[in-house]
């Protein structure tokens, strides 16, 4: 027997601290799940501690800011103003993840700068953020940041060598700085545009990384050289304009920072000490680079990271998109990075090591890059959860369990939530069996899955349907449920997850046949012609129109709101939306919003706009005006048959696949 991903199982070292794999935890911000003086909670230390049971070799936490008040919020607590505390609770989880021979970075970074949202700033800061220099707010440039002085330079550096000391005494194996990463607050040193200074700072003085210099010393000075130290850098900000992200493959203009400068950067940041180097494309103002969304490809950041790895000798760890083991395995193999990290794919699956080690990857539940649960919550100060992944944080403490008494349970509908219900269902050892009416499993994700860019829902479903087959769940296709057929089955509670239907708004014309809803239209069932007209700029609606632009159709989309991908009833994580609302300009289709379509025409449109009627070639309407609960079949048979009926899903309430996945889960377990 020999190991399906060699090249991940070799173990290799930051500093002297060896570790024993080359996967790594990427730092992710444990937002709603710390304690309120931002220690570590229980439920972060058992979290972290089910990454560690699960194979990773390294955890990096999510960010700390050290106790220093330049910057203030009252949505931030810095754990390092209660020292035994976190001690404490820092020391709990280090013994921890030890156990399973993982080690633990804890990661430090001094803040937002000029990305701070302004909602977040403490009342003190009087609506003042503060940057390098008086350059405007990320979110409203109408607030003009303070430029920092020298003396809060100093005490920054002394802030984040005092963490780092308590950091090593809790017991951890090193730290991971927030460095010249992600447009955060000393990477904007870093970057030309908002570093405007004329001091010893200043970037034009080559003082851009002297604040993160003095602190890799400085904590070298006080921790001891052998107490390893991991760099956060941005190889490439991929900004081609203040506040505007290029997307892949644009011919743009660097405006952040480029590669060669960032090469150069580096090389002194390894001169000064550091030990490692973690890559993290992207920025603020390219938030679809910094936390890349289902649109981007995977691996997305590797060919960037391997020119750093070409150019110094200490190690180089990437994240980005790396989903599955076989890109990880290749990454490393092929000499572009030395180690992997993995954010959000630890997130969905705790055991992707354990599961890359026995060449299980097929079990590996995929991140599918949505940003629900995770980035479209903790920036709405939400908890940190996961879409398809809804035991995270309750991983060991309320585990699938074996069932006390084996039921008969009847599934009726096999989109995501009917799915998710009868793989738990069935893992606790239920008699579960699933129908659905069409021909294949899948529901709504069946049509989401169609264009290119969305090989993510491929991969979901593709991995629900494995999980179902070896778990032995009866699946019934082209099953057509109802009241005396699920009467006839006699199981002791009934699951429906029957899904929606595209919602068909009240429109003259409607009813011609060049009107298609977009889901007949990505599953194939109605073919659309050169010029077609989408009613609806939802992100249904835009992905359609982008998939349909790549056929080489001319699309328009109509939408009644001020704003693209903006109604819904939860808000579309910033980062997806801000990079399909560029790949929908990019692409030219043409948009109209604020207008709605008064009435469908034999060749054409009628559109009522802001500025009057007008009238817009169509030979396709495609409807795309959000969905309705199919509720009918619930309905019917809650009301006769006397035993347990669960609506979950889109039947009950249709809305991101999050809930739908969150329902099944919970009933599975509950049955
Ligand atoms: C919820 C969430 C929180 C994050 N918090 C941090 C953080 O505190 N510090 C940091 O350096 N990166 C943070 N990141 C970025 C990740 O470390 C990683 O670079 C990013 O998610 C891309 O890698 P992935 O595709 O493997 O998730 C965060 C990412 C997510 C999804
Ligand atoms: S919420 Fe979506 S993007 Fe975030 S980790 Fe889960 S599957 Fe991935």
Same mark, same amino acid.
């Given at each position: 027997?020999s190991l399906?991903?060699?090249?991940l199982?070799?173990?290799?070292?930051?500093?002297?601290?060896?570790?024993?794999?080359?996967?790594?935890?990427s730092?992710?911000?444990?937002?709603?799940?710390?304690?309120?003086?931002?220690?570590?909670?229980?439920?972060?230390?058992?979290?972290?501690?089910?990454?560690?049971?699960?194979?990773?070799g390294?955890?990096?936490?999510?960010?700390?800011?050290?106790? !220093?008040?330049?910057?203030?919020?009252?949505?931030?607590?810095?754990?390092?103003?209660?020292?035994?505390?976190?001690?404490?609770?820092?020391?709990?989880l280090?013994?921890?993840?030890?156990?399973?021979?993982?080690?633990?970075?804890?990661?430090?970074?001094?803040?937002?700068?000029?990305?701070?949202?302004?909602?977040?700033?403490?009342?003190?800061?009087?609506?003042?953020?503060?940057?390098?220099?008086?350059?405007?707010?990320r979110?409203?440039?109408?607030?003009?940041?303070?430029?920092?002085?020298?003396?809060?330079?100093q @005490?920054?550096?002394?802030?984040?060598?005092?963490?780092?000391?308590?950091?090593?005494?809790?017991?951890?194996?090193?730290?991971?700085?927030?460095?010249?990463?992600?447009?955060?607050?000393?990477?904007?040193?870093?970057?030309?545009?908002?570093?405007?200074?004329?001091d010893?700072?200043?970037?034009?003085?080559?003082?851009?990384?002297?604040?993160?210099?003095?602190?890799?010393?400085?904590?070298?000075?006080?921790?001891?050289?052998?107490?390893?130290?991991?760099?956060?850098?941005?190889?490439?900000?991929?900004?081609?304009?203040?506040?505007?992200?290029?997307?892949?493959g644009?011919?743009?203009?660097?405006?952040?920072?480029?590669?060669?400068?960032?090469?150069?950067?580096?090389?002194?940041?390894?001169?000064?000490?550091?030990?490692?180097?973690?890559?993290g494309?992207?920025?603020?103002?390219?938030?679809?680079?910094?936390?890349?969304?289902?649109?981007?490809?995977?691996?997305?950041?590797?060919?960037?990271?391997?020119?750093?790895?070409?150019?110094?000798?200490?190690?180089v760890?990437?994240?980005?998109?790396?989903?599955?083991?076989?890109?990880?395995?290749?990454?490393?193999?092929?000499?572009?990075?030395?180690?992997?990290?993995?954010?959000?794919?630890?997130?969905?699956?705790?055991?992707?090591?354990?599961?890359?080690?026995?060449?299980?990857?097929?079990?590996? @539940?995929?991140?599918?890059? !949505?940003?629900?649960? !995770?980035i479209?919550?903790?920036?709405?100060?939400?908890?940190?959860?996961?879409?398809?992944?809804?035991?995270?944080?309750?991983?060991?403490?309320?585990?699938?369990?074996?069932?006390?008494?084996?039921?008969? +349970?009847?599934?009726?509908?096999?989109?995501?939530?009917?799915?998710?219900?009868?793989?738990?269902?069935?893992?606790?050892?239920?008699?579960?069996?699933?129908?659905?009416?069409?021909?294949?499993?899948?529901?709504?994700?069946?049509?989401?899955?169609?264009?290119?860019?969305?090989?993510?829902d491929?991969?979901?479903?593709?991995?629900?349907?494995?999980?179902?087959?070896?778990?032995?769940?009866?699946?019934?296709?082209?099953?057509?449920?109802?009241?005396?057929?699920?009467?006839?089955?006699?199981?002791?509670?009934?699951? +429906?997850?029957?899904?929606?239907?595209?919602?068909?708004?009240?429109?003259?014309?409607?009813?011609?046949?060049?009107a298609?809803?977009?889901?007949?239209?990505?599953?194939?069932?109605?073919?659309?012609?050169?010029? !077609?007209?989408i009613?609806?700029?939802g992100?249904?609606?835009?992905?359609?129109?982008?998939?349909?632009?790549?056929?080489?159709?001319n699309?328009?989309?109509?939408?009644?709101?001020?704003?693209?991908?903006?109604?819904?009833?939860?808000?579309?994580?910033?980062?997806?939306?801000?990079?399909?609302?560029?790949?929908?300009?990019?692409?030219?289709?043409?948009?109209?919003?604020?207008?709605?379509?008064?009435?469908?025409?034999?060749?054409?449109?009628?559109?009522?706009?802001?500025?009057?009627?007008?009238?817009?070639?169509?030979?396709?309407?495609?409807i795309?005006?959000?969905?309705?609960?199919?509720?009918?079949?619930?309905?019917?048979?809650?009301?006769?048959?006397?035993?347990k009926?669960?609506?979950?899903?889109?039947?009950?309430?249709?809305?991101?696949?999050?809930?739908?996945?969150?329902?099944?889960?919970?009933?599975?377990?509950?049955?």
């Open positions: 027997m399906k991903y060699p090249e199982f070799k173990p290799f070292n930051i500093g002297k601290c060896k570790i024993k794999n080359r996967i790594v935890m730092p992710m911000h444990l937002a709603g799940r710390m304690n309120d003086n931002g220690t570590l909670s229980d439920e972060a230390i058992d979290y972290y501690e089910e990454r560690a049971k699960g194979g990773a390294l955890i990096i936490t999510g960010g700390n800011v050290p106790d !220093c008040d330049i910057e203030l919020s009252p949505l931030i607590h810095t754990a390092f103003k209660h020292p035994d505390a976190f001690l404490s609770q820092t020391k709990k280090a013994d921890k993840v030890h156990a399973y021979d993982t080690k633990l970075f804890v990661q430090i970074g001094m803040g937002s700068g000029r990305v701070m949202f302004p909602e977040a700033m403490d009342k003190s800061m009087n609506n003042t953020p503060v940057a390098p220099s008086a350059i405007p707010n979110w409203n440039p109408s607030l003009v940041c303070r430029e920092t002085t020298v003396e809060e330079h @005490r920054a550096v002394e802030a984040l060598i005092k963490a780092a000391a308590l950091i090593k005494q809790s017991g951890a194996d090193g730290i991971d700085l927030a460095g010249i990463y992600g447009g955060y607050f000393t990477d904007q040193y870093a970057t030309k545009v908002f570093n405007l200074r004329k010893e700072y200043g970037f034009e003085q080559n003082g851009q990384i002297k604040m993160l210099i003095d602190t890799i010393k400085g904590i070298k000075a006080v921790c001891g050289e052998n107490f390893p130290i991991s760099v956060r850098v941005t190889p490439k900000h991929y900004m081609k304009a203040i506040g505007q992200g290029a997307l892949p644009e011919d743009f203009e660097e405006v952040g920072r480029d590669i060669n400068e960032t090469i150069e950067l580096t090389k002194r940041i390894a001169e000064s000490g550091a030990d490692a180097i973690l890559i494309n992207g920025s603020y103002d390219s938030f679809y680079w910094l936390y890349p969304p289902m649109y981007q490809k995977d691996g997305l950041w590797l060919e960037d990271a391997k020119k750093i790895h070409d150019a110094v000798d200490i190690p760890i990437c994240p980005g998109k790396i989903v599955t083991p076989d890109l990880a395995n290749n990454a490393i193999k092929s000499g572009m990075i030395d180690a992997v990290a993995l954010g959000r794919a630890m997130l969905s699956d705790a055991e992707w090591a354990n599961k890359a080690k026995e060449g299980n990857d097929d079990e590996i @539940r995929p991140c599918i890059g !949505c940003e629900t649960g !995770c479209g919550r903790i920036f709405v100060g939400q908890p940190l959860t996961c879409a398809v992944n809804p035991g995270l944080f309750h991983e060991k403490s309320e585990p699938i369990t074996p069932a006390l008494i084996k039921k008969s +349970v009847a599934i009726i509908g096999g989109g995501v939530a009917g799915m998710e219900a009868a793989r738990v269902a069935k893992m606790r050892g239920h008699n579960v069996a699933l129908y659905e009416k069409t021909d294949k499993l899948g529901g709504a994700i069946v049509a989401a899955a169609v264009p290119d860019f969305k090989d993510a491929r991969r979901l479903l593709e991995w629900y349907k494995r999980s179902l087959e070896k778990l032995g769940v009866n699946v019934h296709l082209n099953s057509n449920m109802d009241l005396e057929k699920i009467n006839l089955l006699q199981a002791d509670e009934i699951v +429906v997850a029957a899904g929606a239907t595209p919602r068909i708004p009240p429109i003259k014309g409607l009813d011609r046949e060049k298609v809803t977009a889901i007949d239209v990505l599953l194939g069932k109605k073919e659309v012609g050169k010029n !077609c007209v009613i609806g700029g992100q249904v609606g835009c992905e359609v129109a982008v998939w349909l632009k790549e056929k080489d159709k699309v328009t989309v109509v939408e009644m709101l001020g704003e693209l991908m903006a109604g819904g009833v939860e808000q579309i994580p910033i980062p997806n939306r801000l990079m399909m609302i560029d790949m929908v300009a990019y692409n030219n289709v043409q948009v109209k919003l604020n207008s709605r379509v008064e009435s469908i025409e034999d060749k054409a449109v009628k559109l009522i706009t802001a500025d009057g009627i007008e009238t817009i070639e169509a030979d396709t309407v495609i795309s005006a959000g969905f309705s609960s199919n509720d009918t079949l619930y309905n019917a048979i809650n009301e006769e048959l006397p035993v009926i669960w609506n979950i899903g889109d039947s009950k309430i249709p809305t991101n696949i999050q809930y739908a996945v969150r329902d099944g889960y919970a009933i599975g377990k509950s049955i």
